[in-house]
T-cell receptor, first 114, second 111 residues
């Protein structure tokens, strides 16, 4: 079975631009979470979606938004990019999204904002 | 209260030795404590996890020790191997699904 896939692998944008990152969960998984990992730090929770509904949101500005599609894939959108948005964006899928459900992470999308 | 403090920041261990990484938390509502391993260029992968009703859990060479009263938990890697060289993250979560992560420990196993 394929693991969590994310696209693109790398992305370079300039300040003020908008970016869309994509994630396909493991087949059968209904929950997708997004994390931001700044170099040298642990991941920080951005969003979780379950059954196409937003279940929770971390401490990120409204420039960050996400959605989940009927096939459970997900997109993360970031508007008005800032230099500080440069990070590895990780997508994790889990069966039902509960805390004890193992989260399986994709390889991430490396976003560089110039 | 939402922080998970992880130490040390980096660790060098001889092959065959024991690697020990520690984490401390404040929020007593946390009820799930996983450890993740991350290699460069890869996403984190779950190693082992524990619930607070258990004081120790062992899977192969990896053991979590959990001290509920001290609000601390640790990862022990027995017989450490060069292939264990990676960054290790502890995390804590509770019923509303969100994981709070430590800052990570870069582990280097010297052959």
């Amino acid at each position: 079975d394929a693991g969590v896939t994310q696209s693109p692998t790398h992305l370079i944008k300039t300040r003020g631009q908008q970016v869309t990152l994509r994630c396909s969960p493991i087949s059968g998984h209904k929950s997708v979470s997004w994390y931001q990992q700044v170099l040298g730090q642990g991941p920080q929770f951005i969003f979780q979606y379950y059954e196409k509904e937003e279940r929770g949101r971390g401490n990120f500005p409204d420039r960050f938004s996400a959605r989940q599609f009927p096939n459970y894939s997900s997109e993360l959108n970031v508007n008005a990019l800032l230099l500080g948005d440069s990070a590895l964006y990780l997508c994790a899928s889990s069966a039902a999204g509960g805390t004890a459900d193992t989260q399986y992470f994709g390889p991430g999308t490396r976003l560089t904002v110039l | 209260q939402q922080q998970v403090k992880q130490s040390p920041q980096s660790l060098i261990v001889q092959k065959g030795g024991i690697s020990i990484i520690n984490c401390a938390y404040e929020n007593t509502a946390f009820d799930y404590f996983p450890w993740y391993q991350q290699f460069p260029g890869k996403g984190p992968a779950l190693l082992i996890a524990i619930r607070p009703d258990v004081s120790e859990k062992k899977e192969g060479r990896f053991t979590i020790s959990f001290n509920k009263s001290a609000k601390q938990f640790s990862l022990h890697i027995m017989d450490s191997q060069p292939g264990d060289s990676a960054t290790y993250f502890c995390a804590a979560g509770y019923s509303n699904y969100q994981l709070i992560w430590g800052a990570g420990t870069k582990l280097i196993i010297k052959p």
